[in-house]
Every structure is written in structure tokens, then in C-alpha cells.
């Protein structure tokens, strides 16, 4: 690299790649198990399929690799979402459970910054795709 070069480091690197994402979905996906409002809308027995394909989401989304795309094609994230009723209980539930899992991860790993970035992210992805009433 000369002098007048510069490198960008990715938000999936900043944050860890891999193993910070694989953390943050395996806690989401404890804790939907858990939950008597989200659980219900999962319809496979085993949440295994549906923790791989957010990881797969999520880490292409801040900067890793592109493999949810290259499996599922375009996210497209409201109309996969569309054959479930989300509204506000759905919504908060899923919020909450996404925040538990954030929180998990240690501030020597997630700064404040990322930590804001993403629960930003999270909180618009969770409004955006509610499509009940209240």
C-alpha cells in the first residue's frame, strides 16, 4: 500500500465480523424461544434455519459477506414478512429480544457507537416492517 492510500474497515469488521453477528443472533434466537409472542410465528420447529438465514442477512448488511444474497437473492424484507401479522406487540417483542442480544456483547467488542448503529437499525427494520394496526 503506498502513502496516499487508504483503507476502510467495514462495520462487520469493526464490530468483530463473524462472531459478533453469530453471538447476537444465537441470543436473539434464545430468547424468541422464549417468548410467547414471537415464538408462535416461526413455523419450523427448529429455529436453526431461521437463525442462519438472519446471520446470513445481517452480516451482509454491515459490510460481510454476500452470502445471503448469493443463496436467497434480493432480501426483500416486507414481503417476506408480509405472511405474518406484525403489529406494535410483535414488534416491541422482537425489539426487546434484539436488544437483550446486543446487550450481550461486551463494550471491549461493541462500542457505543456500533452498539447505537445497530439498535438504530434494528428500531427502523422493526417499524418498517410492522403491517398490523395496534
Known amino acids: 500500500m503506498t502513502s496516499g492510500e487508504q483503507t476502510t474497515t467495514s462495520f462487520?469488521?469493526?464490530?468483530?465480523g463473524a462472531e459478533t453477528f453469530r453471538r447476537i443472533v444465537s441470543?436473539?434466537?434464545r430468547e424468541v424461544a422464549a417468548d410467547e409472542i414471537?415464538?408462535?410465528l416461526y413455523?419450523?420447529?427448529d429455529l436453526g434455519p431461521a437463525?442462519?438465514?438472519?446471520?446470513?442477512?445481517?452480516?451482509?448488511?454491515?459490510?460481510?459477506?454476500r452470502t445471503?444474497?448469493?443463496?436467497r437473492g434480493h432480501p426483500r424484507l416486507r414481503m417476506r414478512h408480509h405472511p405474518f401479522v406484525v403489529g406494535?406487540?410483535?414488534?416491541d417483542a422482537w425489539m426487546r429480544c434484539m436488544r437483550i442480544a446486543v446487550g450481550e456483547i461486551e463494550p471491549?467488542?461493541?462500542?457505543?457507537?456500533?452498539?447505537?448503529?445497530?439498535l438504530d437499525y434494528f428500531h427502523m427494520a422493526a417499524h418498517s416492517l410492522q403491517n398490523a394496526p395496534g
Open 12 to 16: 462487520y469488521d469493526a464490530v468483530g
Open 88 to 91: 406494535p406487540l410483535e414488534r
Open 51 to 65: 437463525e442462519r438465514r438472519l446471520r446470513m442477512f445481517l452480516e451482509q448488511y454491515w459490510g460481510g459477506p
Open 27 to 29: 441470543v436473539f434466537y
Open 108 to 118: 471491549s467488542i461493541l462500542d457505543d457507537e456500533h452498539r447505537k448503529a445497530l
Open 38 to 40: 414471537l415464538r408462535p
Open 43 to 45: 413455523p419450523e420447529e
Open 68 to 71: 445471503y444474497s448469493d443463496e
